[in-house]
């Protein structure tokens, strides 16, 4: 319950600070279409960002991991052989741009909904995830860049999975238009 107080602070911040920006004039590129190595899927995911205004914007991404890592013992290999472990995440994010228009500053607000698939059984949790880095967009078609480091806290109740919080890092590579 704490977790899910903390998360939707995090996004009624973001919120709270991105109204002023709607209605302002478009100096960049509107949606992008991009791959994050690291960042919130953890491994990887694709995504896909539209932007409201040149100030906010509304990520939501996908990434399917097969064979989960796992820690190293004498006993167990470093990822599954048997194939029945798998995870599934889904960042939905709000990013704000305070400032700049091409080359700028952002902060990411937004929760990973996951999906863990261990011997035939379905998990369900979420994470709250905050970023800030450089970000690079054009003003018309071509490619853009997203860098910076994030952090995963838990949130969820007994069967969730639990991180209570872990830093990250991710670098975005994608294409505007």
């Keep these: 319950m704490q977790g899910t107080r903390i998360i939707l602070g995090c996004f009624s911040l973001i919120c709270s600070l991105c109204i002023s920006t709607f209605g302002q004039t478009r100096f960049v590129a509107r949606d992008a279409l991009s791959i994050e190595l690291g960042g919130k899927g953890f491994l990887y995911s694709f995504s896909y960002e539209h932007l409201e205004t040149d100030n906010l914007g509304f990520t939501v991404g996908l990434s399917f991991v097969p064979r989960v890592l796992s820690a190293p013992s004498d006993e167990r290999p470093l990822v599954s052989e048997t194939g ?77 999975l639990k991180i209570h919080a872990l830093p990250w890092f991710g670098i975005s590579v994608g294409e505007v238009f």
Excluded: H, Q
């Excluded at 998990?123 to 018309?140: A, K, N, Q």
């Excluded at 078609?141 to 860098?147: I, L």
């Design 84 to 160: 029945d472990t798998a995870i599934v995440t889904v960042p939905v994010f709000i990013s704000w741009y305070p400032v700049g228009v091409r080359d700028r500053f952002f902060v990411d607000a937004g929760v990973d909904l996951l999906s863990l698939l261990k011997n035939r059984v379905m998990t369900f949790g979420t994470l709250g995830v905050l970023g800030f880095g450089y970000s690079y967009r054009p003003r018309e078609d071509g490619m853009c860049v997203k860098v910076g480091p994030l952090l995963f806290f838990g949130a969820g109740g007994e069967r969730s």
